[in-house]
């Protein structure tokens, strides 16, 4: 047991020491100094620097672009190792010495290569933009811009009429990317404009531009804001400083504000504002990326508009995660990891000394991993792992170290391999000429002996058997095999390597066939080869059927398997024609293909576009890439294309329509393994041209062998911004894995509860990053990306949503109404701009007087954007008033509405027209026509004044029958009460004021009318109806002195006294008067006062309107009191109260002076009895009516 213990010992030492050995040894070599990025003039010398530190000899080698630098006289390498070249040339091709540069350190532990250093020669092109000629107003802004390509960055400054501008003054800004603002322009600042680019190897002048200055018109009109030149998508490298211009017009001068669109604060430590509303921000962080929002906005208000533009962060790689060297036995497994940051996401590569890594059966590249199996002595090397991306590259090392044992058993002998079949191979070995007994299985491996990366195969079998049949390959390939021997302390060395190929077999499908036509009377027919993999052998014929679609003859056409195409001639114009094809192999036919329509053109001499060349390309398992261009012999003009794709067997969609100037289009979302026939033409104002068919097939997925490989894992860190209001921007990680085929991305975009799975859409991408443009304005959208790889194909990212910005309002508020409310006030309504996903958080009224509208002086009112009404108070009578609306949101101003105009008359308080200045300006803003009754008011109206007239010519009947019984006496009992009365009235004019006066007023006259059912104020006289108003403490009664004439009034009004009956209402007048000398005694005066409280009342109820816009006002007025100026109401009838208990005449009043003052009013009373007088104050007057019941 001694000496067991002691050998595994032993061997326990052996192998630390070759580890600590091997690393102490692989630490021996490194670089003290490498090559960096330089630039120089033509023909100067310059030195790459490279010196490595190991155990010697080292051997140093210059790589430019990948390959091997030879030594010249020119070009030659110092003892150090660095490289010098004496004169650098900047010749075209591989003569010049621009490029990137590596060196290669070599000892015999392995070799390593230095980062990348690129070598550029200083250089200045032309301007790409010239300043172009501007013309200004005094007092705007003008703007000039010059771009052009320098190496190293030029330095851009001005010059105005050949001398040099300021690079920043009070109006003058001039940022470093060849912009020149020139803000408040004045009439001196009108000349010739140029810019100047210099760097270290030359100099150069732009053209001259000319800036004109207009003066300004007089009065300024009032401008919204507007921004003339935005921010820019821009993208930054870390730690370096970027530039967003903003410049905005507008009167008064609008203010440039920025923010986040995230919301996020601005950093202020790196930021500020450079000129008028440019931001730059100095020492770029990643926290610094995002959407930056300019705002322009007029000052004292709230218009304004945005402009937005993304800052992408571009950073170099650099590593978080190395390789760390290993010790592994022979036939065992290493694993190597390596991660790296950067933006965008750097692309991992591994080396072994120096050479790039492929993989194969033995060696996979996944997830950032490399991963060797079945090590084998060779792979004893220094591996590095190289991220790289557009702003550099990062490497890092380490060592694998190879353990050999004696103990192992040897490697399987005599690998033999006969085929079976097209897709079957027998291999035979023998076993293992030394420790052969100690073998417990055999793993046989085997891949495809053409091309590189091959995945390699694995077939695990027992110890009791040395043959096996492999029955999954492909037919009419080449295949390597070998066999390794497993036993309890390990695997064996590998055997030796031996090929052989498979048998072929019919083809798995036909070509896709692309048609056009060159002329109505012809096709032309054409193909691509098969792939190996469809073709299962050399092709060797291919047969073409071809038939019209309303016949049944089909006619055959076998041509031999080098050919790609066919002209079939002297056909039927204006025909469908159905096309297929099948090719065979040696062993035979195989599968034809599917019926392909093709329509020949019309006859005729119109000059219409040829068939465009249509090339089709899978994308990936579910998109397509279709590619075309105008046949050479084309010569008329074109308007654009339209393009065709359907599933096959399945109906036409409807075309795509694509511009002149397209040339490449991406069918997304689509199945995989299905065929898909697609067809494009061209079109002009002629009409469609030639059309051009062809068919593909998308490819499967995940193919049979690759069922057992795990897919990709999807996209992360999916981040979306917003960038307009049709765009948002979206950015994303690779995942971590490594792969030498290529890799693009699926983006799916479609609106949120989107039904209509065909309104998805699909965009494809090779990079991280993606604007998606020809969004809907103000609509919330959800994004998923997905991964393809070498036919597989990712599971889909996780949903994030965006939405977009509203687009700024185009269309003005419709509907929009102005109602004089009142004779200072009116109302304006409104309704929604009438387009979709517009969000409007404003509306901005404007109004002003004829005169002020003159002087441009415009008076601004601002609502929120969730109400469409207004009220313009303070209006001055007799003007004309201008009324516009506009909408506003975030995103900017929208146009205004067209001006309304409103009349407020005049004051008419001292006129001949009392109905003009009291309570009627409204009528005025009816009847000019801002006032208009919808459907439904109308319908309400009529309905109600046809119930209203039914009543009254009920009543009237009712009435006109009653009165006829009480026709006579009340004629007789008309007299009576014209001399009792005129007592009473005779001692009111002389005695000044009265203690006490009763009235009676008959039940009928001819002209009045009086509530017979009690418990109302009404009285009613041949104009309409007398109704009080309750809502201000104000009388209705106004008095002025008309002499003689208002006593002879008083006189007449005594002629409508009446007597009352018994169980008749009572209707008292009761008025507390002090008389003043103006003051009438007249009846008009009584019943009627200029000032109708009720007007105002109802304009004061109206201010409570709907939200609908519209103002409904109650017109319920005192104009029925009187017909004119001094007019009169006719004298009452009085009826005869015989029988009457009321006996008791009223005592006579003193006459009414003019000193005598006091209030109306007028009550209702139903007694079954007589009328009680009550004894009331001297200054009262008191009018009582006693009425017979009317039933």
């Known amino acids: 047991m001694a000496p067991v213990e002691r050998k595994l010992y032993q061997r326990l030492l052996v192998f630390a020491f070759l580890h600590i050995s091997g690393v102490l040894c692989f630490s021996e070599l490194f670089f003290i100094k490498e090559p960096h990025d330089v630039t120089v003039m033509r023909k100067e010398a310059v030195i790459l620097d490279c010196q490595a530190h190991g155990e010697s000899p080292i051997d140093v080698r210059w790589l430019k672009n990948g390959v091997k630098v030879v030594e010249n006289e020119r070009v030659y390498h110092l003892s150090n190792g660095s490289l010098y070249i004496s004169e650098v040339e900047s010749r075209r091709g591989d003569k010049s010495d621009e490029g990137l540069y590596q060196c290669l350190a070599q000892n015999k ?9 690129r070598l550029t020669i200083a250089s200045i092109s032309a301007f790409a933009i010239q300043p172009t000629p501007t013309v200004v107003t005094e007092g705007s802004v003008a703007r000039f811009s010059c771009k052009i390509s320098a190496h190293p960055p030029s330095i851009i400054t001005w010059e105005f009429n050949r001398v040099t501008l300021p690079l920043t003054t009070e109006r003058i800004t001039v940022l470093p990317s060849g912009v020149l603002q020139i803000h408040r322009v004045q009439r001196a600042d009108a000349g010739n404009y140029r810019c100047i680019s210099t760097n270290i190897a030359s100099r150069r002048r732009s053209t001259e531009a000319t800036l004109t200055v207009s003066p300004a018109p007089r009065p300024q009109l009032p401008q919204r804001p507007r921004i003339i030149a935005g921010p820019q998508n821009i993208s930054v490298l ?26 996020k604060s601005i950093d202020v430590y790196s930021t500020k504002v450079l000129g008028n509303g440019n931001l730059l921000i100095t020492d770029i ?4 990326g995002g959407v930056y929002m300019c705002r322009a906005t007029t000052p004292g208000t709230r218009n304004y508009t945005v402009a937005s533009a993304n800052i992408t962060i571009l950073a170099p790689p650099s590593l978080v995660e190395w390789p760390e060297s290993l010790t592994r036995p022979r036939a065992g497994t290493a694993r190597f990891v390596c991660r790296a940051e950067g933006a965008p996401t750097p692309q991992i590569t591994w080396l072994k000394n120096g050479d790039k ?89 085997y891949m495809k002996a053409e091309g590189l990366n091959n995945e390699e195969y694995q077939v695990v079998i027992g110890n009791d058997t040395t043959r096996y049949i492999i029955d999954d390959l492909e037919p009419a390939r080449n295949y390597t095999f070998y066999v390794v021997a497993y036993m309890p302390m390990g695997a064996s060395r590998m055997s030796d390597n031996v090929f052989q190929h498979t048998l072929e077999d019919v083809p798995l499908r036909a070509p896709e066939l692309s048609l056009t036509s060159r002329s109505p009377m012809d096709i032309q027919v054409s193909w691509q080869p098969l792939p ?21 003859t089909v006619s055959q056409i076998e041509l031999p398997g080098d050919k790609t195409q066919h002209f079939l001639e002297n056909l039927k114009p204006d025909t469908i024609y159905l096309l297929r094809i099948v090719a065979a192999t040696s062993v035979g ?89 697609v067809k494009i ?21 995940v193919s049979v062998r690759d069922r057992l490989v795990p897919p990709p894992p999807p996209p992360h860190n999916v981040y979306t911004k917003t960038n307009s209001s049709t765009s948002v921007f979206l950015n994303w990680g690779r995942p971590a894995f490594t792969s030498s085929h290529a890799v693009n991305y699926t983006v799916r975009c479609n609106p949120v509860g989107l039904q209509n799975a065909s309104l998805v859409l699909y965009l494809q991408t090779s990079e991280q990053n993606l604007l998606v443009r020809d969004l809907e304005p103000n609509t919330k959208y959800e994004f998923a990306i997905r991964l393809h790889i070498d036919q597989l194909s990712s599971p889909w990212s996780p949903v994030v949503y965006q939405s977009t910005f509203p687009n700024a309002p185009t269309l003005p508020p419709s509907n929009v109404k102005v109602t004089l409310i009142e004779k200072d006030t009116a109302l304006v309504s409104w309704k929604p701009p009438d387009e979709p996903n517009v969000a409007v958080t404003h509306y901005t009224i404007l109004y002003a007087s004829r005169n002020a509208w003159i002087a441009g002086e415009w008076q601004v009112l601002q609502r929120e954007g969730t109400i469409t009404m207004s009220l313009l108070e303070k209006l001055k009578p007799g003007q004309i008033y201008f009324v516009k609306v506009s909408a506003s949101n975030h995103m900017g101003d929208g146009p205004f509405s067209h001006t309304m105009e409103l009349t407020v008359q005049a004051d008419f308080s001292s006129g001949h027209d009392p109905r003009l200045s009291h309570g009627f300006t409204h009528s005025t803003g009816f009847s000019d026509g801002f006032y208009h009754l919808d459907q439904k008011s109308m319908t309400g109206i009529t309905v109600g004044v046809c119930i209203a007239l039914i009543c009254i010519i009920i009543c009237a009947f009712i009435i006109v029958c009653r009165g006829k019984n009480r026709k006579f006496s009340a004629a007789k009992t008309y007299g009576e009460g014209v001399n009792t009365s ?60 008309n002499g003689k004439k208002d006593r002879k009034s008083v006189q007449n009004m005594t002629h409508i006294s009446a007597s009352y009956q018994p169980g008749t209402p009572v209707l008292t007048l009761e008025d507390e008067l002090s008389l003043s000398p103006d003051q009438p005694t007249t009846l008009q005066a009584l019943l009627w006062r200029p000032g109708d409280s009720e007007g105002s009342s109802n304009s004061e109820e109206s201010h409570a309107t709907g939200d609908s816009g519209r103002y409904s006002h109650d017109e319920t007025e005192m104009t029925n009191l009187s017909s004119g100026t001094g007019s009169r109401p006719p004298s009452l009838t009085a009826e005869d109260g015989e029988g009457s208990d009321c006996s008791a005449a009223p005592k006579e009043s003193d006459q009414l002076t003019e000193e005598s003052r006091g209030d109306l009013k007028l009550t209702v009373s139903v007694e079954s009895g007589c009328c009680h007088h009550e004894a009331k104050s001297e200054s009262q007057l008191s009018f009582q009516v006693c009425v017979p019941e009317c039933v």
């Open 982 to 1041: 005129a007592s009473v009235i005779g001692h009111l004019g002389s005695e000044g004021q009265p203690e006490q006066a009763d009235v009676y007023f008959p039940v009928m006259s001819q002209n009045h009318f009086i509530d017979a059912k009690g418990g109302t104020n009404l009285v009613i006289n041949s104009f309409g109806p007398i109704q009080s108003s309750n809502e201000k403490k104000e009388t209705w009664f106004s008095f002025s002195s």
């Open 532 to 552: 190996d993999k469809l073709s299962r052998g050399r092709v060797s014929a291919y047969r073409l059927s071809y038939r019209t679609s309303t016949e049944s």
């Open 285 to 288: 962080k990643p926290q610094h």
């Open 681 to 701: 033409l061209a079109y002009n104002f002629v009409g469609d041209g030639y059309q051009a068919d062809q068919t593909i097939s998308t490819p499967g997925c």
């Open 357 to 445: 890594v492929h993989s194969n059966g033995r060696i996979k590249m996944y997830n950032s991993k490399l991963v060797i199996n079945q090590i084998i002595p060779e792979d004893d090397a220094i591996y590095q792992c190289q991220a790289e991306n557009e702003q550099g590259s990062v490497l890092s090392m380490a060592r694998l170290i190879v353990v050999m044992s004696e103990d192992r058993p040897s490697a399987p002998r005599n690998i033999q391999a006969d085929t079976v079949s097209s897709s079957a191979i027998l291999l035979a070995w023998e076993r293992p000429q030394y420790n052969s007994d100690k073998v417990i299985a055999y793993s046989v491996h």
């Open 109 to 117: 532990y392995g070799a390593i290569l230095s980062q990348k250093a």
């Open 238 to 263: 870390l730690h370096q400083s970027a530039i967003l211009e903003c410049i905005a017009t507008g009167n008064p001068q609008p203010i440039i504000s920025w923010s986040r669109a995230d919301s």
């Open 589 to 677: 036919w195989g599968e034809q293909s599917v019926w392909t329509s093709h329509r020949t053109p019309k006859t005729s001499s119109a000059l219409v576009p040829m068939a465009p060349e249509l090339r089709l390309e899978p994308l990936n398992c579910t998109a397509i890439v279709a590619r075309w261009q105008l046949a050479p012999r084309n010569s008329v003009s074109i308007q654009g294309y339209r393009l065709f794709h359907h599933e096959e067997s399945q109906s036409e969609r409807s075309p795509v329509q694509l511009r002149s100037l397209d040339n490449t289009y991406t069918f997304g979302g689509l199945d995989p393994r299905k065929k898909y026939h």
